[in-house]
Structure formats: structure tokens, C-alpha cells
């Protein structure tokens, strides 16, 4: 288990951009899967993006592709997602994965059975 803290939630005006963060704290990345998952109420958890940690490749959901952007620091073990272009539709909690020793490209990334350490979540909420 790899111990995951998400921060950067918050309320934000349609049209808006909100940056979140994930740390790894004393945990170097090495080889592994890195994800954003996001859930609203009552549905279930689906995934938004994931990064394959060795080789920074990405993985997009088609409902962000062209609006959110995740990258990594490797040095800081952080995992961000850049969230531009904010719709209410995007109002949820967002939850940081990883899978160790894996990457994307070898796992199924979208499904949240892939993952085995998650954070506890972020909000973000866009008003409508």
C-alpha cells in the first residue's frame, strides 16, 4: 500500500481551471501506473486520466481529452491534473490511484480494480 494525498479541490466558476495534486509522501514513483478517478454522488467511480510513471506516457478519458492535462514530478512524487475548460458536469470527488510495478499500457487503466492504494479525495465543484 502506498500512502496517496490529493489537495487542490475547491469551487470554480464554469469556464474556470482548477490544478490538483497528488503526493506520494517518501515514495518514490519508479515503475507504475498513476490515475485520477472521479465519482459524483450516487454513480459509480470512473476514471479520468492515468500516467505511466516511467515513461510519463498518458491516458485520457474521452469526456477530458483536450481539457485536463496530468503530468508528474518526480522529484516532489506528485501527480497533478490540470483541469481547464470546467463544466458543471465536472462536479465531483476526485480520487488519486496508483498500481505498483506495472505500467498503464499493461493493466486495464480504466477500471478502478486496477489500482491498490487510493487517496481519500478532493472535491471540486462548478456551479451551474
Known amino acids: 500500500q502506498v500512502q496517496l494525498v490529493e489537495s487542490g479541490g475547491g469551487s470554480v466558476q464554469a469556464g474556470g481551471s482548477l490544478t490538483l495534486s497528488c503526493v506520494a509522501p517518501g515514495h518514490a514513483f519508479g515503475v507504475s501506473c498513476m490515475a485520477w478517478f472521479r465519482r459524483a454522488p450516487g454513480k459509480e467511480r470512473e476514471v479520468v486520466a492515468a500516467?505511466?510513471?516511467?515513461?510519463?506516457?498518458?491516458y485520457y478519458a474521452d469526456s477530458v481529452r483536450g481539457r485536463f492535462t496530468i503530468s508528474q514530478d518526480n522529484a516532489k512524487n506528485t501527480v497533478y491534473l490540470q483541469m481547464n475548460s470546467l463544466e458543471p458536469e465536472d462536479t465531483e470527488m476526485y480520487y488519486c490511484?496508483?498500481?505498483?510495478?506495472?505500467?498503464?499500457?499493461?493493466?486495464?487503466?480504466?477500471?478502478?480494480?486496477?489500482?491498490?492504494?487510493w487517496g481519500q479525495g478532493t472535491q471540486v465543484t462548478v456551479p451551474s
Open positions: 500516467i505511466s510513471t516511467e515513461v510519463a506516457n498518458t
Open positions: 490511484a496508483t498500481r505498483e510495478n506495472i505500467g498503464c499500457g499493461w493493466l486495464q487503466w480504466n477500471r478502478t480494480t486496477s489500482f491498490t492504494s
